[in-house]
């Protein structure tokens, strides 16, 4: 079917696009009664033709794209519209009037709501907004763009992040604060108090029993404060259960068992320091402050019957310690393990030295708080000396100073108690604490060489089952079955290669920052006892010296006041006679 010639066509009526015009700026050029004639069929429908002469105007383009933009309806049946498109030159190019200098007009209001969407542009020399923020701390200014792709991400150019909700209380209550930052959600704060040591039970069964105080920021547990009661096994239960859980981690050891006198006020007090010391190192730890054990511990009402519960429930080692149990260190430490890391073989000769040195200084501190004790016992004996004799003296200007000198001795002797139990309590603990870390330390080397002995021992299996599977198919026989099989126990033997190498170079890389973290925490506890140390010494030191100065005073005051006494009945003695003279 031939289709009627391109200037016999009514566009008015036998338009396949109905009303509107289908007059493209990009039609071929034509002769000019061709155009005229066009023209004058078209009557009112859309711009002009250009003529072969004319080049198309700015606005045309625009226009007829905006047209072309609206809904057509469907063509009339047997009709058919041809075009033959041909080629322009054109020196535009083949897009037409795009480029930097192209301005394109607004549009008109009857055909502004059929424009299409415009892309997003960046626009240049934006300003960055600001973003409100009511918390406590800072925050700079947030750049955010309308123009990006992820409209949600913020770079936030701030010291405090924006806040989260607190942790809820019984019933859904908010019992802390209603917010608090980012940084402080994922990394919580502990504050444990161990106190109000007292004995319980009888003579067989007695022990000692601590109030356990903590204050958290943490949202795992149900209030943000609790109290709960602990004796000295279940401090034991908790370190054994954090080594079990994390292999690799210097997990702070709870103070040693003591069987006499494990009831005396010193060793209690030294006692209940070190176990305050050991839950907030714990607490304070990056890795076990997450350790549920650690939260059961801390939280628990009931904590023997759940302790007794999660033992009838705990699941293999291989199912509940992740990648570390599930090799269970099962190689044999019989072999000798040569270290091939210079960096854990130099720290090894480190701790051992450093462990000789601390054990010598706890014993000079041993002797000097003998020595405190001893001179506290001496002046004690002196002040009981001096009593006695007050007692039986009958001049009162001697009986009151010796009594005097006997409460200044009982003064002294009170001073060298609690300065001796202060050297315990700053510098012994101290000193204690870090030769009880090094045995945590050679602890997580020691589990470290398991991991060792456990990857040779896989890579020992792998070789094996790889030996059998050559072996087999060397022989040359049809045996399909039994090559699967030991082509399924090979790839096995082979992931428990890999997945133990894995799990040793991951425990190395663990050890040396928890090495790290030890060397940074023994610098600042050794200053901060050091000092306190100092500080104690001096101030015992000036409280001596204001007790001597005291007495001295005293003893000044009594002797003016027998000197301006004057018993009644006697007489006012004479002065003496003038001189006479010759």
């Known amino acids: 079917m031939t289709s009627p010639p391109l200037g016999n066509l009514d566009l008015e009526t036998d338009s396949p696009w109905g009303d509107e015009c289908s007059i493209n700026t990009r039609t071929p050029p034509i002769s000019q009664p061709q155009a005229d004639a066009l023209q004058s069929s078209t009557g009112t429908c859309g711009p002009s033709l250009p003529s072969s002469d004319s080049k198309p105007s700015n606005i045309s383009a625009p226009v007829s794209r905006l047209l072309a933009s609206k809904s057509r309806p469907s063509r009339r049946p047997g009709q058919a519209a041809v075009v ?13 009037p795009l480029g930097d200098n192209f301005i394109s ?64 209380g019984p019933g859904g209550a908010r019992t802390g604060p209603l917010s608090q930052p980012i940084e402080q959600a994922a990394h919580p704060t502990f504050e444990i108090i161990v106190g109000d040591p007292h004995k319980v039970g009888d003579l067989t069964s007695a022990h000692i029993v601590y109030s356990v105080r903590t204050k958290t920021s943490s949202k795992a547990y149900k209030q943000p404060e609790f109290t709960v009661t602990r004796r000295y096994r279940d401090f034991l239960w908790l370190y054994n259960q954090l080594i079990t859980n994390n292999p690799g981690v210097v997990v702070p050891p709870p103070p040693e068992k003591q069987a006499v006198g494990r009831f005396d006020n010193n060793f209690v007090e030294s006692r209940r320091a070190a176990l305050e010391r050991m839950l907030n190192k714990s607490a ?23 302790v007794k519960h999660k033992e009838k429930q705990a699941t293999p080692a291989a199912e509940s310690k992740g990648m570390f149990g599930s090799l269970g260190f099962g190689g044999s430490l019989t072999a000798k393990f040569v270290e091939s890391d210079e960096f854990f073989h130099d720290r090894k000769l480190y701790l051992d030295a450093l462990e000789v040195q601390l054990k010598a200084l706890l014993k000079a501190v041993d002797t000097v708080v003998a020595q405190r004790k001893a001179l506290s016992d001496a002046a004690g004996d002196f002040a009981s000396s001096l009593s006695a004799l007050a007692t039986v003296e009958l001049s009162r200007n001697l009986s009151s100073p010796l009594e005097s000198l006997s409460d200044l001795q009982i003064r002294i002797k009170e001073l060298h108690d609690r300065q001796a139990q202060q050297d315990v309590l700053t510098l012994g603990i101290t ?9 945590s330390i050679k602890l997580a080397f020691q589990q470290r060489q398991k991991a060792f002995h456990t990857w040779h021992a896989a890579e020992s299996e792998f070789a094996k089952k790889k030996g059998n599977m050559e072996k087999l198919q060397r022989q040359g026989k049809t045996q399909q079955d039994r090559l699967s099989q ?26 040396k920052n928890e090495l790290d973290r030890f060397e940074k925490e ?36 009594e002797e003016d006041e027998a000197l301006s006494y004057q018993p009644q009945g006697e007489p006012a003695p004479r002065p003496p006679p003038p001189p006479q003279q010759d």
């Open 84 to 96: 033959k498109l041909e080629a322009l030159d054109d020196e535009l190019g083949p897009l037409g």
């Open 431 to 439: 000193i204690d604490e870090y030769i009880r870390l090094i045995s």
């Open 486 to 511: 030991l082509g399924a126990e090979v790839a096995e033997a082979e992931r428990k290669v890999n997945q133990a190498r894995v799990a040793f170079e991951e425990m190395g890389r663990l050890l």
């Open 284 to 306: 304070a730890h990056p890795i076990l402050q997450h350790d549920a054990d650690l939260k059961l511990f801390l939280e628990s009402e009931a904590f023997n019957v759940d």
């Open 105 to 168: 007009p607004e549009p008109s209001p009857a055909i502004i709501h059929d424009q299409p969407p415009k892309p997003p542009h960046k626009e240049l020399g934006s300003k960055p907004k600001r973003m409100p923020y009511r918390g406590d701390g800072q925050l700079d200014v947030v750049a955010l763009n309308e123009d990006d792709e992820d409209v949600g991400v913020r770079r936030i150019h701030g010291k405090v992040p924006p806040p989260v909700e607190g942790p809820a």
């Open 522 to 557: 023994k610098v600042e506890d050794f200053k901060s006892g050091v000092e306190t140390f100092l500080e104690s010494s001096v101030e015992a030191q000036k409280e001596l010296i204001e007790i001597w100065e005291t007495y001295l005073l005293q003893m000044d005051r």
